[in-house]
């Protein structure tokens, strides 16, 4: 039973002034939803409806909200989460799967105080396994359930300077000349959103999961990220001649342009293909007046992507990732893959999998990570 069988308002902890109560919506259905998040300054792209749109139609979750607006009323505050039910990986509420971060839109101690209330109150008469939040900015709750932590590299590019100047902060090696190169080759690049792009991508993108051992996403995932965001998502592709060597799928929100998804065919990296299509990402992001080049979350132990990021200038920063649950295990949710037995297992099993069996995996397993 959730919180939306049990009661739909919980009142917050007693405070100066009049406590108050916290609302459960649907972001997917609730008109006010697109107006708050493009009014809210710390809103992403991971806040709007077409993303969550995406993770409804292709894994089955279901976002809601808790606001502490009524019905009727302008949206001042929100927190949006999907429900994942798993028969595998047990039932919890996420802010959000597959999301890089999703601050919570909540600017007074007294909003996070009701929706905390309505969290804790949902993960006990709901059952949850835990609730995870993935906020940009640390965000500190007080509550009773038990809580564990881990943290991710950000990594996001000022374009406030010249063109010129971006270049220059570019790792000389690394990453301007690789830049040249891929010039000097007469490297071409096509982009748009169409369905030939898209496969193009796609399967530079299974290659690229087939290479590092881990399933592709489905599809149709890509698919419903086209339809939700239209020509705010742009898919790159670097060609030698007529073949296809690296890809990029980047989404432009506000201000920002997220580079979310890529791939290459390995064998021609040295052509520079990857690093010709994020400079010239950048390059229309900064004459289209955006104010940031968005590189994404990488996990702590890829110390190399990690370092590929800080060579474009990109400021690095750590994301704070908090799981809070009824169990005292919750403080073991969160351990690293090298130390824990289903993590080492599974990849074990990744890496001896035919393509076409990994490309399956990937199409039944995502739905139960988020």
């Keep these: 039973m959730s919180l939306l069988e049990c009661r739909n308002e919980t009142e917050a902890p007693p405070s100066s002034g009049e406590p108050k109560v916290a609302h459960c919506i649907e972001p997917l259905k609730d008109r006010r939803w697109d107006e708050f998040v493009q009014r809210h300054p710390r809103a992403s792209v991971f806040h709007s409806s077409a993303w969550l749109g995406a993770l409804s139609r292709t894994y089955g979750y279901k976002p809601i909200a808790y606001t502490t607006s009524p019905a009727g009323q302008k949206l001042e505050s929100g927190m949006v989460l ?50 995870e939040m993935r906020p940009l900015q640390r965000c500190e709750i007080v509550t009773s359930l038990q809580h564990a932590t881990v943290p991710y590299t950000f990594h996001q590019l000022d374009l406030g300077p010249e063109i010129d100047t971006l270049f220059r902060n ?38 690229t999961r087939k290479r590092h051992r881990r399933p592709p996403q489905p599809r149709k995932w ?20 007529d073949r296809p060597l690296a890809a990029v799928l980047t989404i432009c929100h506000r201000d920002t342009l997220v580079y979310k998804y890529g791939g290459s065919d390995s064998r021609f990296n040295n052509l520079g293909g990857m690093h010709l299509l994020l400079w010239r990402a950048i390059q229309e992001a900064k004459t289209s007046g955006l104010h940031f080049f968005d590189f994404g979350r990488t996990e702590a132990g890829q110390q190399g992507l990690i370092t590929f990021k800080k060579r474009w200038g990109a400021t690095q920063s750590t994301l704070i990732y908090s799981r809070y649950g009824l169990s005292d295990n919750v403080t073991h949710m969160f351990e690293s893959s090298a130390a ?31």
């Design 170 to 207: 570019f790792h000389k090696d690394s990453i301007q000349r690789k830049i040249r190169r891929a010039d000097r080759e007469g490297l071409r690049h096509r982009q748009g959103c169409t369905e030939e792009l898209l496969d193009y991508f796609y399967k530079l993108h299974t290659i």
């Design 82 to 131: 999907c429900r994942v039910e798993s028969w595998l990986t047990g039932r919890r509420l996420v802010s959000l799967p597959f999301s890089d971060h999703c601050d919570p839109l909540v600017d007074t101690p007294e909003d996070l105080a009701a929706i905390t209330a309505a969290l804790e109150r949902e993960s006990r008469c709901g059952r949850w396994r835990y609730i």
């Design 222 to 241: 890509f698919v419903n990220l086209m339809d939700g965001f239209g020509s705010a998502l742009n898919i790159r592709v670097a060609f030698k001649d």
């Design 340 to 370: 824990n037995w289903q993590a080492r297992m599974a990849k074990y099993l990744l890496a001896r999998m035919q393509p076409g069996v990994l490309s399956f995996a990937g199409r039944v397993l995502y739905r139960h990570v988020g």
